[in-house]
Every structure is written in C-alpha cells, then in structure tokens.
C-alpha cells in the first residue's frame, strides 16, 4: 500500500508505506522530536521560574523562621549577601542540622532601624574649629574612632578627630 502524505516536520510531499507515518525521513522524525523534547523542556523551566516568583508572600510573613532561600527570593538579595548580614549579626538565625533558618522577628527590626534611621532629619553641617581636633592615621585608629562614635572631619587628604569630654 503507498499513500502520498506530508511531512509534519518539512511539509514537503512523501509517499507512505503505512497509515500511521507521518515523517518523510528518519532525519525529520529524529528532528522534530528534538525540537519537541526541547520545548518541553523549556516550559518546564518556564513553570519553574514562574513558581519562584509567585511566592505567596503572605504564607512566608506568617512563619516564625524562614528558610535561606526564601530569604533570598523575598529580599531579591544573593545568598552571598545574606550570608554576609548573617555574619555582621544584622539577622538571627537558628541551625537544625545543616539547615540554617533565619528569624522573622530579626528581619523586622532590621527594617525598622532602616526606617527609624531614615526619619531621622539629617543634621546640619557644622562649621568646627580645627584647634580643638588632633590628627590621626588611617589604620588602628580608624576602628577605635568607629567604635566610639567620635566625630571626624577631613580636610584635603588629613583626617581629624575631635576628642569629646563626657
């Protein structure tokens, strides 16, 4: 039996030995299953990524811990960068196993001493006299004039620090 068919892959004109071909060549059936095995695979990650960003943010709010992926996804932040706030002690966590779980009362206060911060007026400069400073160099003083919170004032390449009487 020869019946004249179509190639669903080439659309070009064959002629079939059976009812059930549908490829004009093993080198179109090979092709068109790649390309169909090829879209299957992209609508797979398509879903994928679509499931990432629809996260339900309100499920997320309600738990206590969340986890380090569900952190990275909320903030759009890296892991790398989590993990860095993590080591500054900005956020606390809680390790089961090897599995570390973020605090969602941490990040709370974390956005609200972004706020407060933020509402807070930004102060005028002010002009200061350079009699009542002494100079300082950039290496072991620079932590200590951090960790006290003493003022300090740059004029061309000198840095100053201004010395508080409490």
Known sequence: MRITR??????????????????????????????????NIVD?????????????FEVVK???????????????IS?????????????ETVKLGRRRLVSTKSIEALFAVNEAAEAKP??????????ECCTISRTGLYFLIKKHNIRKH??????FGWNYQE
């Open 44 to 56: 797979v990650r398509n879903k994928e990524t679509e499931r990432i960003r629809t996260i339900d």
């Open 6 to 39: 179509i190639c669903q892959f080439c659309n070009q004109e064959f002629t079939a030995k059976t009812t059930k071909t549908k490829y004009c060549s093993l080198k179109c059936s090979s092709r068109n299953y790649k390309l169909i095995t090829r879209h």
């Open 79 to 91: 892991r790398r960068t989590l993990y860095r706030m993590i080591e500054r002690k900005d956020l």
């Open 62 to 76: 309600k738990r206590q811990y969340l986890s380090i992926n569900n952190c990275v996804q909320f903030f759009g």
């Open 154 to 159: 740059t004029s061309g390449k000198f840095p």
């Open 122 to 131: 930004a102060a005028e400069p002010q002009i200061l006299d350079l009699n």
